[in-house]
């Protein structure tokens, strides 16, 4: 049972623009910035958004993040096949403990 | 360009210990938060824990018990020991630098360069 709160999976097509959500604690979330990593199949993970809606340099604009409160997002637009991925939310607690979402699955159908 | 590489025995045996080593290239390990991260079969991400190149740790709470993570700044490597492990810690273990940026109000922390991953499978 993951601390941070992901849908299992979410789908589009290609040109669409998808929105993952991401629902924590006052602890978490709501006092601290969200990352977001994307995991291709079979690779490790790969540091997509940082402090809510920072973009790593080599990241497409196409991602974008947003926080409000103690949920966050990550919108993906202009859809492509090869965004089809698993993606993860993060944060920090209070104590400095890392926390992941349980990751949602992306098809691009 | 910062490089990580996991390595260590793919197979322990239940109730031993789990060793890993995490060496850093094309940078230093100073000045920076190193951490541990593991993903089981067809699973979620979950954080082990993290070191300073100091040698100050910070455990996660369901596996403190268990852990220890340490440094060795000479040979630009931070190590995971998890003790009296289970089938339940069969996983790929990743290690991880921990990015940090400062704003005026804040500061934030994130994985920024992630080695390739290491399967750990735990079976007699």
């Known amino acids: 049972q993951s601390v941070l709160t992901q849908p299992p999976s979410a789908s589009g097509t290609p040109g669409q623009r998808v929105t993952i959500s991401c629902s924590g604690s006052?602890?978490?979330?709501?006092?601290?910035?969200v990352n977001w990593y994307q995991q291709l199949p079979g690779t490790a993970p790969k540091l997509l958004i940082y402090s809510n809606n920072q973009r790593p340099s080599g990241v497409p604009d196409r991602f974008s993040g947003s926080k409000s409160g103690t949920s966050a997002s990550l919108a993906i637009s202009g859809l492509q096949s090869e965004d089809e991925a698993d993606y993860y939310c993060a944060a920090w607690d209070d104590s400095l403990n890392a926390q992941f979402g349980g990751g949602t699955k992306l098809t691009v159908l | 360009q910062v490089q990580l590489q996991e390595s260590g025995p793919g197979l322990v045996k239940p109730s031993e210990t789990l060793s890993l080593t995490c060496t850093v290239s094309?940078?230093?390990?100073?000045?920076?938060?190193w951490s541990w991260i593991r993903q089981p079969p067809g699973k979620g991400l979950e954080w082990i824990g993290y070191i300073y190149y100091s040698g100050s740790t910070n455990y996660n709470p369901s596996l403190k018990s268990r852990v220890t993570i340490s440094v060795d700044t000479s040979k630009n490597q931070f190590s995971l020991k998890l003790s009296s492990v289970t089938a339940a810690d069969t996983a790929v273990y990743y290690c991880?630098?921990?990015?940090?940026?400062?704003?005026?109000?804040?500061?934030?922390?994130?994985?920024?360069?992630w080695g390739q991953g290491t399967l750990v499978t735990v079976s007699s």
């Open positions: 006052s602890s978490n979330i709501g006092s601290n910035t």
């Open positions: 991880a630098r921990v990015g940090v940026r400062y704003y005026y109000d804040t500061t934030v922390h994130y994985f920024d360069y």
């Open positions: 094309g940078g230093s390990i100073s000045s920076y938060y």
